[in-house]
């Protein structure tokens, strides 16, 4: 009866339709296909009646009422839609998904099983866990963080050149932890062990930028994935902790004591295993779930600002100045990474187009009152260090302090013009993702430069 | 006159169950029987009869499958399960019990007179 010209434009303007449809969450493939069948059914019989074809389409969607409508009651029935869900044994997700999830999920198995052996290849040589910590607190990060980079290496199909880098680097990593004379209490080795996972964190950022390590999108990619990471990581952690509570607790109700094999087993290769499986998790879930680092930035900035302002406040009021013991510097230094920290992560979730609104005024303040509290500390602190003259722990902490506070500063002139609507906001976030460099090259320099540097101290 | 959106909630279980008791079905074909037995009093909407099937997929009173039937589109048939059947002959007795109640106090059709009122009235 219809015309063929009619025909064609009434399937154009089905299949707008069903793209229409299949945008929203709550309607699956299969949903959209029958509500289609209904639709097709509708305009069959109106077009029966004597419409014609675009006019029973017309008549057939506004009879079936609002999208959002529909929705809603499909919603109702199907709330387990809206839930996102991270489906461990991979369905859902289309056939294309199935067999790449599969395969990943194989390749962590391995890494994760081949970290948890490689903690335990030292005791082939007379290492104990829980007895040589001069040796595993350096060489922890040695051991683990190789794995969850061949992971990551292996998702992105790095070339020959990008894994023979990665390689050289963990080697130095090895020698670094290793090479040197150090005793057993020497504020070296603790220096080592905090910042040789820093560096070789950093190799494993380079194994997840493959395609493009100068691309400042990559970069922030990577920051996100470091978010996320610990995240699931301490999550993990917490969920590991439960498990060993319990098995403590029943096999001592049975006479059985299970601590040499949690300490021994248990402890040291779940831990070096959730690196790895943290590292999978974040990469299987990327688009399942909302990301959680932003949104607790979002709900600590204000927090941290009140805080920090508080502190200023009082400082002022009581002009006692500040108390600088021994561990200041490190309190103060922490205090300038987790500012940094709430500063990249909000950074890191922003649409970079949107205009600058309360939000980012607040960070400014963050930032600057960060700023003036560190200058305060840094003018206490130098006069010590001269006059007691300098330990590796003091030379790290004091030029952490730095860099911090270099970046945090240039951080803080880019949040003023972003306000001021100078600076684009892509600006500060090109600043971040370029800096990441300067955070290597510092680790790097304690742990290889500073055991000679202060005579093996 | 249209049916209240609350009765048309409440009776929509059984009058799904019942149109499939008959054979199995589509979403249009089951909405044109609704509309065809009320004399399209009862408002349905594809909002409440898309996501009820399914409820009632979940709940296995009935089951699905694609079809295509010779000559026609490929379409989602929805069939009754014995257990549907349970729920039909559930839901029937306690329609029954609903609407004999109402019978046995509507006296006859149109006849709206306060009958125990008068009464009341008197003693007061």
Request: a negative charge; hydrophobic letters at 50%; charged letters at 20%.
């Amino acid at each position: 009866m219809t015309v063929p010209d009619g025909q064609d434009e009434l399937e154009a303007q089905f299949a707008q339709w069903r793209q229409h449809v299949q945008r929203r969450a709550e309607l699956k493939q299969s949903d959209a296909e029958e509500l289609e069948d209904h639709l097709r059914g509708s305009v069959d019989e109106l077009i029966a009646v004597g419409l014609r074809a675009d006019e029973a389409f017309l008549v057939a969607v506004k009879r079936m009422g609002g999208l959002d409508e529909l929705s809603r009651e499909f919603a109702r029935e199907h709330s387990e839609r809206l839930w996102k869900q991270l489906v461990l044994t991979g369905d859902t997700g289309g056939p294309a998904a199935d067999p790449r999830s599969r395969r990943d999920l194989t390749a962590m198995v391995i890494c994760a099983a081949g970290a948890a052996a490689s903690i335990k290849v030292p005791e082939l040589f007379g290492m104990r866990f829980e007895a040589d910590a001069a040796f595993y607190g350096p060489n922890f990060s040695v051991l683990a963080l190789p794995w969850l980079a061949a992971f990551l290496a292996w998702r992105r199909h790095a070339g020959k050149a990008l894994i023979g880098v990665l390689l050289a680097l963990f080697a130095v990593g090895a020698v670094a932890a290793n090479a040197y004379p150090l005793a057993e209490d020497s504020q070296s080795v603790v220096l080592t062990s905090i910042h040789l996972p820093i560096a070789l964190w950093i190799v494993v950022g380079l194994a997840y930028v493959t395609d493009d390590p100068r691309s400042s999108r990559r970069r922030m990619d990577f920051i996100r994935f470091t978010g996320e990471w610990f995240v699931y990581f301490v999550l993990i952690a917490l969920g590991g902790g439960v498990l060993i509570a319990f098995m403590v607790g029943t096999f001592k109700a049975i006479g059985i004591s299970p601590e040499g094999f949690i300490s021994q087993w248990l402890l040291p290769c779940g831990v070096v295993a959730a690196v790895v499986v943290a590292g999978w998790l974040v990469e299987a879930k990327q688009s399942v779930v909302e990301n959680i680092a932003p949104v607790l930035t979002r709900l600590f900035t204000p927090l941290f600002t009140a805080a920090l302002l508080a502190f200023l406040v009082a400082l002022g009021w009581t002009t006692a100045g500040i108390n600088v013991e021994r561990e200041a510097l490190i309190l103060f230094d922490l205090l300038l990474v987790v500012v940094l920290g709430l500063l990249l992560y909000s950074i890191s979730a922003r649409d970079p187009l949107a205009p600058p609104g309360l939000f980012d005024k607040l960070q400014f303040a963050l930032v600057v009152s960060a700023l003036v509290i560190d200058v305060l500390v840094l003018l206490a602190i130098t006069g010590r260090i001269t006059e007691y003259g300098t330990t590796p722990n003091k030379a790290a902490a004091l030029g952490e302090n730095v860099i911090l506070l270099a970046n945090l500063a240039w951080s803080a002139w880019l949040l003023l013009g972003f306000v001021r609507r100078r600076t684009p906001f892509a600006a500060l976030e090109r600043w971040q993702t370029s800096y990441l460099p300067v955070y290597a090259a510092w680790a790097w320099i304690v742990v290889l430069a500073f055991p000679p540097l202060f005579g093996y101290l | 006159m249209r049916v209240t959106k609350d009765l048309v909630a409440a009776s929509a279980t059984p009058m799904v169950l019942g149109i499939l008791a008959e054979g199995e079905s589509y979403g249009y074909a089951i909405l044109k029987r609704i509309n065809q037995l009320s004399g399209g009093e009862l408002d349905w909407t594809e909002g409440l009869l898309y996501p009820l099937l399914h409820r009632l997929e979940r709940l296995g009173h009935v089951e699905s499958s694609w079809q295509s039937v010779a000559g026609e589109r490929r379409r989602k048939y929805y069939r009754i399960t014995n257990s549907g059947l349970a729920e039909l002959a559930e839901q029937r007795r306690q329609w029954d019990t609903v609407v004999d109640a109402l019978k046995q106090i509507w006296v006859g059709p149109g006849d709206f007179r306060p009958l125990t009122a008068i009464p009341l009235e008197g003693q007061a």
